[in-house]
């Protein structure tokens, strides 16, 4: 069955650096997605992403996050700077379109210290 | 705007017995929903999603949800838990076309007495 793959598992930043979280959806997908779950909380929506642009994004995605498909495979999630807060599980997915639903990657746990 | 409720936070069912995970959902049109499970440190598994058509939906690991426009409900059952169901279940809402964000609940903790 098709998987999102997401690297890596597991990352550990020093406030204030950049991150960059990797992710490579489903190959026939049209639609990419980050969610976060900070610890122990439900999983909330950061942004959407169609025909090379953002669709949509929440109020979490400000001007520190940034998404990009750099090539056919990869999409990528950038914060800039770091903050305590943002350590949290990151979920990319991807869909079809229409009514195929999401496929989840299995996340990649940032800590911020 | 889209909202989820998912009234329990945590249940505590045993091994073999029936199993009933409640979802309301707010929205204004008709929903796609789903419902997926979390185990400890891992990601979102699909169970199942109700698109259209038949209300009573089967899923994967015995799991199935009935949709409840009336209601505004999207339960999951399963007749008999096994130890390994053991997990975090959550419930989402998700518009109909394009790039559909989903809106998910707080999420029910389920755990399994032997």
């Known amino acids: 069955e098709p998987e999102v793959t997401q690297t890596p598992s597991h990352q550990v930043t020093q406030m204030g650096q950049e991150v960059i979280l990797r992710c490579v959806p489903i190959?026939?997908?049209?639609?990419f997605y980050w969610y976060r779950q900070i610890l122990g909380q439900k999983v909330e929506f950061l942004v959407s992403f169609y025909n090379n642009e953002i669709s949509e994004k929440s109020e979490i995605f400000d001007d520190q996050f940034s998404v990009e498909r750099p090539d056919g495979s990869n999409f990528t999630l950038k914060i800039r700077s770091t903050k305590l807060e943002d350590s949290a599980m990151y979920f990319c997915?991807?869909?079809?379109?229409?009514?195929?639903?999401?496929?989840f990657g299995s996340g990649t746990r940032l800590t911020v210290v | 705007a889209q909202s989820v409720t998912q009234p329990d936070i945590h249940i505590t069912v045993s091994e073999g017995a029936s199993l009933e995970l409640r979802c309301n959902y707010s929205y204004g049109a008709t929903p796609y929903l789903f419902w997926y499970v979390q185990s400890p440190g891992q990601g979102l598994q699909l169970l199942l999603k109700?698109?259209?058509?038949?209300?009573l939906v089967q899923g994967i690991k015995g799991f199935e949800a009935e949709f409840k426009r009336s209601q505004s409900s999207f339960n999951l059952r399963k007749p008999s838990v096994h130890w390994s169901d053991a997990a975090e279940y959550f419930c989402?809402?998700?518009?109909?076309?394009?790039?559909?964000?989903?809106?998910f609940g707080q999420g029910t903790r389920l755990t399994i007495n032997p």
């Open positions: 989402a809402v998700g518009a109909i076309r394009g790039a559909q964000k989903l809106v």
């Open positions: 190959s026939n997908h049209l639609y």
């Open positions: 997915a991807s869909s079809a379109r229409g009514e195929s639903g999401y496929t």
């Open positions: 109700y698109f259209s058509g038949d209300t």
